[in-house]
C-alpha cells in the first residue's frame, strides 16, 4: 500500500512535468494550428541551457529557469520560420515533415555540440523527504517533488493570467480562434502565431529544465520519448485546451507509474501510449467538450 | 523528351523487363562484398519505403509508424525460422500477414481519427510493438536481440552471401511494383487516391472510405511485414533498437525526398539516402545533420519530392492552389491595411 500511494505521488510530480509540456504544446498547436515534432529536441535545448547556467554561477534556480524559457524562446523563432511561416495554407504533413528535419538536425547539432555522454544535474534542491503519517499508513514526500508540482502550478496559472489580462495574450486567442477573422480585427497574425509557438517552446524549455532536476542527469538525446508523450498529453486535451492539455498530462503520469507497479519500469510507455490510443477510441476529441480551437 | 515518353509508353512492359534482366546481372559484373550489401540495403529500403509510399502517397493518410510493421515482419521470421524450422518462403508471407492483422488493428482506431490523430496512433503503435519486442524476453530475447536466423535455402543451395539476398531483395522488389502498379490501377486504386484528393467528395460518390483506408493499411503493412521477413536472415541478428522510430523517420524521409504519390519516387529516395549515409560515413554524426538539411531543403523546394508532380495535391495541390492564391491576395491586404 505504501509502495502504492508513493508510486501514486510519483505519478503526480511526473504528471505535473507532463502537463507544462502539455501546456506549452497546446499552446503551440492552438495558435499555430500545426503540429510539431520538434518539441522532445526544445525541452532538450531547455535543459542544457540550464545545466551551463548552473554549470557557470552555480545552483540558482530561478536564473536557470530563465535561461532555459529564454534558449527555447530562441529556438522557437528558428523553428517557426523554418516550419510554419511558408506553410500556412499548405497541406499539412509539408510542415509535420519540416519539424521532423529540424528536431533530427537539433539532436544531432546536440550531440556534436554537448557531447553524446549523459551529463549529471545533482544537487539543484536539498535532499531532504518530509514523511506524513496518515493512520497506520507512512507517506514520504522529497522536497524536490514538492517544489516542481508548485513550480508547475505558479507557470499554468501565469500563463493563464497572460492569456486573459494581457492584450498580447488575447491576441493570441484569437488567432487561435480564427486567423481570418483576427486579420480584419487589425491583428499582425504572423507576429503573434511566432509569439505563441515561442512561449510554447519556451514553456517546453521549462519542462526540459524539469525533467532535468527530477531525473538528476541532461543528454543529448533525452527529448525522443517526451515529444510523443507531450503530444499524448495535449491529444488526451483535445489539442489545443490548455486546461484539459494539464489534465491529460496528470492522467497520462498517473497511469504510467501506476501500470509500472503492477509490471515492469520498461512497460512505462506501453501505458502511456496504450491509455492514448484507448481514448482515442472511445472519445476521439479527448477529455474536452467540444473539437475546435480554444485555449 | 516526349519521343522517349511515347516509346515508354509504347513498348513499356517490354523495357521493365529487359531492366529487370539487367539488374540480375548486376552481382555477375560487380564482384566487392560491401558493394553488393549497399545494393541490397538499397533494394530492401525502396520496397520498404514503397509500402509506406502506398499508404502515405496514395490515400493521403499520414502513418508514421512503418517501422512496428517492419519490426513484426522481421520478428515473425526470425522466431518462426529459429524456433520451429519453419521455411524462409513460407515465412515470407506468414510475416506479411502477421503484420497486415496489426495493420488491421491500427486502422480500426484511426478509422474515426483523421490527420494528426491518426499519426499520433501510428506513432504509438510502433513504440508499443518496439516496447514489446524489447521486454518480452521469453518469445523475442529482449535487449540481446535474436541472433544466428538461419538462411534460407533454395533447392538445397544455404542462401548466405549477399550477391543471393540481391536476388531475393529484387524479386521481392519487382514483385512489389508489379502487384502495386496493378492496385493502384484497380478500383481499389482508384478509391485510395480518390479518398486522398478530397474526403467528402469520395464519401459522397458512394466510396466507402473506412473500408478502402482500412485495406490500405493493410497493404501498406503485408509489404512491410515481408520486406522485414527477408531482413532478419539477411543482417542474421536483430534487436529492438533497429526499429525505433528513427527507422521509421528514416523511410518516411525517403519517399519525401524521393515523392510520395509515385511509384519511382521511393526508389530514387532509397538510392540517394544510402548513398548519401555510406559514403558521408566519414563526417559522422555530421552527415545527418546534412541529411536533416536535405529534408527541410527538399520541403521548402519541392514538399511533392524529386519526381511528384508539380500540380499533385501533395504538393499543395490544383484545387488548394487557386484557394491559396486567393488567400495569399487577401492576407497581404490584411498585413498592408495593419500596417
Known amino acids: 500500500m505504501e509502495y502504492f500511494i508513493a508510486q501514486l505521488i510519483n505519478g503526480l510530480c511526473q504528471g505535473a512535468i507532463y502537463a507544462l509540456m502539455a501546456i506549452g504544446y497546446s499552446v503551440i498547436v492552438g495558435v499555430v494550428g500545426m503540429v510539431t515534432f520538434t518539441y522532445g529536441e526544445i525541452m532538450m535545448i531547455g535543459a542544457f541551457a540550464a545545466y551551463y547556467t548552473f554549470q557557470a554561477i552555480g545552483n540558482n534556480l530561478p536564473v536557470a529557469i530563465l535561461a532555459a524559457f529564454s534558449a527555447s524562446f530562441l529556438v522557437g523563432i528558428v523553428v517557426y520560420k523554418l516550419c510554419y511561416e511558408r506553410f500556412f495554407n499548405a497541406p499539412r504533413h509539408i510542415s509535420l515533415l519540416c519539424t521532423i528535419g529540424i528536431s533530427m538536425l537539433i539532436k544531432n547539432l546536440a550531440q556534436i555540440f554537448f557531447g553524446p555522454d549523459t551529463k549529471p544535474v545533482l544537487n539543484i534542491i536539498d535532499n531532504k523527504t518530509f514523511t506524513a503519517h496518515i493512520g497506520s499508513i507512512s507517506v514520504d514526500i522529497k522536497l524536490l517533488q514538492i517544489i516542481v508540482i508548485c513550480l508547475v502550478i505558479v507557470f499554468a496559472l501565469a500563463l493563464t493570467m497572460f492569456f486573459n489580462k494581457t492584450k498580447a495574450g488575447i491576441a493570441l486567442r484569437a488567432v487561435s480562434q480564427s486567423k481570418e477573422a483576427s486579420y480584419m480585427m487589425g491583428i499582425n497574425v504572423k507576429r503573434t502565431a511566432m509569439l505563441g509557438n515561442c512561449i510554447g517552446c519556451g514553456f517546453g524549455g521549462i519542462a526540459g529544465i524539469l525533467l532535468s532536476i527530477y531525473y538528476y542527469s541532461v543528454s543529448a538525446t533525452m527529448g525522443g520519448s517526451y515529444s510523443i508523450k507531450a503530444f499524448s498529453s495535449s491529444v488526451l486535451g483535445g489539442l489545443v485546451d490548455i486546461r484539459f492539455s494539464a489534465l491529460g498530462g496528470l492522467c497520462i503520469g498517473v497511469i504510467e507509474n501506476l501500470g509500472i507497479t503492477i509490471s515492469s519500469a520498461t512497460f512505462r510507455d506501453v501505458f502511456a501510449f496504450g491509455f492514448l490510443i484507448l481514448v482515442l477510441i472511445v472519445r476521439p476529441q479527448g477529455f474536452a467538450k467540444k473539437k475546435g480551437a480554444r485555449v | ?339
Not at chain 2, 44 to 71: E, V
Not at chain 2, 174 to 194: I, N, P, Y
Not at chain 2, 312 to 322: D, V
Request: proline share 3%; net charge positive; with cysteine.
Open chain 2, 1 to 339: 523528351m516526349d519521343a522517349v515518353k511515347t516509346f515508354y509508353n509504347k513498348h513499356k512492359a517490354l523495357i521493365l523487363l529487359a531492366l529487370f534482366v539487367l539488374m540480375c546481372f548486376v552481382p555477375v559484373i560487380i564482384k566487392k562484398t560491401v558493394l553488393i550489401r549497399y545494393i541490397c540495403n538499397v533494394l530492401m529500403y525502396a520496397t520498404l519505403a514503397g509500402s509506406l509510399n502506398a499508404i502515405n502517397g496514395y490515400s493521403g493518410q499520414t502513418c508514421l509508424g512503418q517501422a512496428g510493421f517492419f519490426c513484426i515482419g522481421a520478428y515473425t521470421c526470425a522466431i518462426l525460422s529459429k524456433n520451429f524450422g519453419v521455411s524462409f518462403w513460407l515465412l515470407l508471407p506468414l510475416a506479411g500477414i502477421m503484420a497486415m492483422l496489426v495493420g488491421l488493428l491500427v486502422s480500426l482506431p484511426t478509422l474515426r481519427l483523421s490527420g494528426i490523430y491518426l499519426s499520433i496512433v501510428t506513432l504509438g503503435f510502433s513504440e508499443i510493438i518496439r516496447i514489446i519486442a524489447q521486454t518480452w524476453n521469453s518469445v523475442t530475447g529482449g535487449s540481446l536481440g535474436i541472433k544466428e536466423i538461419p538462411y534460407p535455402e533454395f533447392f538445397g543451395l544455404q542462401m548466405f552471401r549477399p550477391k543471393y539476398y540481391y536476388y531475393i531483395f529484387l524479386v521481392i522488389g519487382a514483385l512489389f511494383l508489379f502487384v502495386t502498379d496493378r492496385v493502384l490501377k484497380s478500383r481499389v486504386g482508384r478509391a485510395w487516391m480518390s479518398i486522398r484528393e478530397d474526403q467528402i467528395a469520395a464519401k459522397s460518390l458512394g466510396v466507402e472510405t473506412s473500408f478502402y483506408k482500412s485495406l490500405n493499411f493493410m497493404y501498406g503493412a503485408f509489404w512491410a511485414g515481408v520486406i522485414g521477413a527477408a531482413y532478419a536472415p539477411f543482417v542474421n541478428y536483430i534487436e529492438a533498437s533497429q526499429f525505433t522510430t528513427n527507422t521509421g523517420f528514416n523511410v518516411l524521409a525517403m519517399i519525401v525526398i524521393g515523392g510520395q504519390g509515385t511509384l519511382i519516387g521511393p526508389i530514387l529516395g532509397s538510392t540517394l539516402v544510402t548513398i548519401l549515409t555510406e559514403s558521408l560515413r566519414f563526417l559522422e554524426n555530421w552527415r545527418y545533420v546534412i541529411y536533416a538539411l536535405i529534408i527541410i531543403a527538399m520541403m521548402w523546394i519541392r514538399p511533392q519530392g524529386l519526381v511528384g508532380a508539380s500540380d499533385s495535391i501533395l504538393a499543395g495541390g490544383t484545387i488548394r492552389r487557386k484557394e491559396n492564391g486567393k488567400k495569399k491576395e487577401s492576407r497581404k491586404e490584411g498585413d498592408a491595411h495593419h500596417e
